[in-house]
């Protein structure tokens, strides 16, 4: 943690707070709350939808919308299922740029707006060339995402303020994650690795000099978050020809999320002052992922349902603690309101194909394409908040080249070239206040809402020997 020590002259009104000790001395107990105000403003920026829980991971996942868990034979294994990586007979490596937007319309509000996540996205897998008994047993594999301009994004609205509480609190964050895969029989693997994601911590401590001089103290750190992921592959067709090119995939994924604590610590010649600022976002659930695919070699299937585990989402709203002992006076403050958010647990089903449109000597063309379906984990908006969450029809269309040579000059292993596209439609959902709501309150007397996301990417992935 980096420390800066400043000392801020009392500047405004000098001369009348030297004639007036009691005008000064109510200033200066304001001052630690107003720079308790402009600290939490300097720590706060626009939040971002996470684009791995939100769409998916290369062009080809998110073509297929998400339905990958129990294929993953690419570069991005890591993320979809470390498992698939140890199948890989060759390394292969694949980097690509994802750009994703929105369309709001809101329903009795004006919609907020969503900013869109733009950045680059980079998977390999690495099987160990090893010999003896760890023959074609052990791979790692890699994933990652670089947002562009901001590594991470925190923002908190007002509880009443009409907000997507999912897609803005899921954030915007650079992600990695490293994995390791063993094949423990002949076709049944299990891989495991972590999910890291960066993470934000900082304090603010003032004291305020009898001259009305301000002393400060301000401290902030990137720290690192590790959230487990794991996965089981089984091919049985390994021991029944009748099932050849069926798989079997499960994954498990831990829920993440981004706490921060920011205190502010005051002195008021002796008397402390203590507010904590603290919050929760960039929110995403424990996950299990249950899928089946098939593949006849021209075609491939896959079905995936995953069960995600919302009700643990905390109170997404920023919390205020104050603490302030002055024996003389009897002042008290009134901390934050809570909001217990009562999200509840969903599943989500997903669907994708993929097939070799055409096959010919110097390149093969694929087609894929995926549906899913997303329900909110959001109850009813009929209290003060105003989340806006709503069910989701996601498609997916991915178009992929591989590119094998051109004449007499071949490439050992083809050049991917593959474009994906995803589109989701929020279904429109209206809540309607109770009649104990102020009419003050900005959803009053309904919320609502509807709109679309949309994700393009690009990826370019080949494989290579260790020669």
């Not at 791995?52 to 998400?66: C, E, K, N, Q, V």
């Not at 498992?83 to 694949?94: L, T, Y």
Request: charged share 15%.
């Amino acid at each position: 943690m980096q420390s800066q020590k400043v000392s801020l002259p009392w500047r405004n009104h000098s001369d009348e707070c030297q004639k007036q000790k009691p005008v000064k001395h109510q200033h200066r107990k304001l001052l630690p709350p107003l720079l308790a105000v402009v600290l939490l403003g300097v720590f706060a920026a626009g939040a971002r939808a996470d684009v791995l829980f939100t769409y998916g991971y290369s062009a080809r996942g998110i073509g297929m919308a998400g339905a990958m868990s129990a294929t993953a034979d690419d570069f991005a294994a890591a993320y979809y299922n470390p498992a698939g990586a140890v199948f890989q007979r060759r390394p292969s490596f694949g980097v690509g740029y994802l750009v994703t937007g929105s369309m709001m319309s809101g329903i009795g509000i004006d919609a907020p707006k969503l900013k869109h996540t733009q950045g680059m996205l980079f998977g390999m897998t690495l099987p160990l060339p090893l010999g003896g008994f760890l023959r074609e047993r052990l791979a790692f594999g890699f994933a990652s995402f670089f947002p562009n301009g901001l590594l991470l994004g925190i923002h908190v609205p007002y509880p009443t303020d009409p907000q997507y509480v999912i897609l803005q609190n899921s954030g915007q964050s650079l992600t990695t994650i490293p994995t390791l895969a063993i094949k423990v029989l002949k076709g049944l693997a299990i891989g495991g690795g972590a999910q890291i994601f960066d993470n934000t911590a900082g304090e603010f401590t003032a004291v305020v000099e009898p001259n009305g001089a301000v002393n400060a103290t301000v401290g902030e750190e990137l720290t690192a978050n590790y959230v487990a992921i794991a996965g089981i592959m089984f091919r049985p067709g390994e021991y029944w020809d009748a099932v050849r090119g069926l798989s079997i995939g499960l994954v498990f994924r831990d829920r993440f999320y981004t706490y921060y604590r920011i205190p502010v610590n005051s002195y008021i010649s002796s008397v402390p002052l203590a507010v904590y600022f603290s919050a929760f976002s960039a929110y995403t659930p424990r996950q299990w992922v249950a899928a089946v695919a098939y593949s006849t070699g021209r075609w491939l299937w896959e079905g995936d349902v995953s069960f995600n585990q919302w009700s643990y989402f905390p109170d997404p709203n920023l919390k205020v603690d104050v603490h302030l002992k002055i024996p003389v006076l009897p002042v008290t403050f009134r901390n934050s309101t809570r909001y217990p958010p009562h999200f509840h647990d969903t599943f989500t089903v997903r669907a994708g194909t993929e097939v070799t449109a055409y096959q010919g000597e110097d390149l093969n063309f694929l087609v894929r394409a995926g549906y899913s379906f997303d329900p909110s984990p959001v109850p009813p908006q009929t209290g003060d908040t105003n989340y806006l969450d709503t069910a989701r029809h996601i498609g997916g269309l991915s178009l992929g080249l591989q590119w094998n040579g051109v004449g007499a000059f071949r490439f050992e292993t083809p050049f991917a070239f593959d474009f994906g596209f995803q589109a989701q439609y929020l279904t429109p959902r209206t809540s309607y206040k109770a009649e104990s709501v102020s009419s003050d309150n900005k959803g009053y007397p309904k919320v609502g809402f509807t709109g679309w996301l949309y994700a393009v990417v690009v990826t370019v992935g080949t494989q290579f020997d260790f020669e």
